[in-house]
């Protein structure tokens, strides 16, 4: 998980660093309003840290990351101390405020209670890196087999050496890891005629679904627990 914190406070930076590295979350920390509009708009973040008190131009900010399509459903902070800051911050969409003086605790308390929201969203975009043997059945019958890149809860990449058409639907199956038959009706998004595609999962019965997403939840924690945590600062 990855935290943007945007504050001109040593301190403020200095806690929310150790607290998401507690948590394994890389903390990156900017003093300048100008920069941390520049990280949005090429960075996801699960989590932003706003210090109305020391930084210049906050709710741009703020505004910014809940209009960006990358960053509309961060978790946001905002630390305010004067009452109008605090009101400013409410209407732009901050989901927590935090009030100086604030002590290592306090941060914890607040991160504890975003995480789960944030390992849910996080969890709502994780395509699981698996190569699989997929077939696929066109309506005139013909049969094409692939190899998955990636899957996720709502589509696959895939590389075939058969050109797939956009907005063909086709009749996919394959077998997940643990011996489960997983079969869609898939739509194909995108295929960059050099072997790679992407489908979509148009409809999938509800119990290969809820097997999918139990799949998935599990290769999401394991990778999780399996990645060596790094400090951004």
Partial sequence: MQALVVTADQWLSS???????????????????????????????DTVVLDFDTVSEPSQVLGVVRSSRSNRSAVIFAVATDNAHKKTASQYGANFLLHRPIDIAQVRRGLA?????????????FRCAVELVVLLARSDSERVQCTSMNISS???GIKTATALTP????????MLPGGVNFGAIVRV?????????????????PDLQ?????WLDSQFYAERISTPLRQRT
């Avoid at 907005?167 to 394959?174: P, Q």
């Avoid at 998004?189 to 019965?205: E, M, N, Q, T, Y």
């Avoid at 809820?210 to 139990?214: G, N, Q």
């Fill in 189 to 205: 998004i995108w295929d960059d005629r050099h072997g790679k595609s992407g489908l979509h999962f148009d409809s999938v019965p």
């Fill in 167 to 174: 907005g063909e639907r086709l009749n996919a199956s394959c």
């Fill in 113 to 125: 209670a975003a995480k789960g929201f944030m390992l849910g969203e996080r969890r709502r975009y």
């Fill in 15 to 45: 806690l929310f660093g150790k607290a998401s590295t507690e948590i394994g979350m890389e903390a990156q920390i900017i003093g300048d309003a100008e920069l941390a509009l520049n990280e949005v708009s090429r960075s996801k973040y």
């Fill in 154 to 156: 709502s589509g696959m």
């Fill in 210 to 214: 809820s097997k999918l997403e139990t």
